[in-house]
């Protein structure tokens, strides 16, 4: 799946690798394993490209692409170090361990509030604070209520699509109504490629591609090189979803 959305991406995405895995080098003996894990995991695959495409179709340099989705890749390594502590239960070990994962974690979470301030991205604190706090509420309920993986799409996972998007156009500086049309193609965006790995929920994906979609076309055209990006992404899972539902009718 990843070759085709990532078409006309790959340097970019490169570049992003390196500085992320850069971004370790002083940690690498307590995070390694950590990257290894993080590399088989869905999210940690996908996030990059939409975010670069989401950057490009607003205009942005390629610098700002590059070090704003270094920061949202980050931020979702540190989410994934701590969702990877388990409980008692789980055979997890009250150790030394366990404690500099925890700490880590939290270190990585500042140091995306700093790379905010260090790339001259300060007008995005708001946003991302407000990120960190919707996702930790979301892991809390996640542990403490009976989610769905739909849910828990929607709470742990959506709102680092949608303050990808948000992000991209306010730096942009656009109005009010194109910024939250940004969030809203981020959200269902960041749906339907979190529910498209799962088979029992593609339906539920391919009804968040095709409202991406129509986000995405009543936006106009900002710029044919820029947005040919996520439209491609848009109009690839979209394909892909409707093929599914197609072969599964037959």
Not at 81 to 91: A, C, F, L, T
Not at 113 to 121: A, S, T
Not at 144 to 172: D, G, V
Request: some cysteine; proline content about 2%.
């Amino acid at each position: 799946m990843m070759g085709g959305f990532t078409r006309g991406l790959q340097e970019d995405l490169a570049r992003v690798n390196a500085v992320f895995r850069t971004g370790l080098e002083p940690w690498w003996d307590g995070v390694g394993e950590y990257y290894q894990q993080v590399q088989e995991v869905h999210t940690f695959t996908m996030l990059p490209a939409v975010t670069i495409a989401a950057l490009k179709y607003m205009g942005h340099a390629s610098e700002t692409c590059l070090s704003l989705t270094n920061i949202v890749e980050l931020f979702y390594f540190s989410h994934f170090i701590h969702e990877s502590i388990k409980d008692d239960s789980e055979g997890q070990k009250h150790n030394r361990d366990l404690q500099f994962s925890i700490l880590i974690g939290d270190m990585f979470l500042g140091r995306v509030l700093k790379l905010l301030v260090e790339n001259r991205l300060e007008a995005l604190l708001k946003l991302f604070s407000g990120m960190m706090a919707d996702i930790n509420q979301g892991l809390v309920e996640k542990y403490n209520m009976s989610l769905n993986q739909q849910q828990i799409a929607e709470k742990t996972r959506m709102p680092l699509y949608r303050t990808a998007f948000l992000a991209a156009a306010r730096l942009a500086q656009v109005d009010r109504q194109e910024e939250e049309r940004m969030g809203l193609i981020g959200y269902h965006t960041g749906m339907a490629v979190e529910l498209c790995k799962s088979p029992d929920w593609h339906e539920d994906a391919r009804m968040h591609i095709e409202r991406a979609r129509s986000a995405f076309l009543l936006a106009g055209k900002r710029n044919d090189l820029n947005g040919e990006y996520l439209a491609a992404i848009l109009s690839e899972l979209h394909e892909i979803l409707c093929t599914v539902d197609q072969a599964a009718a037959i």
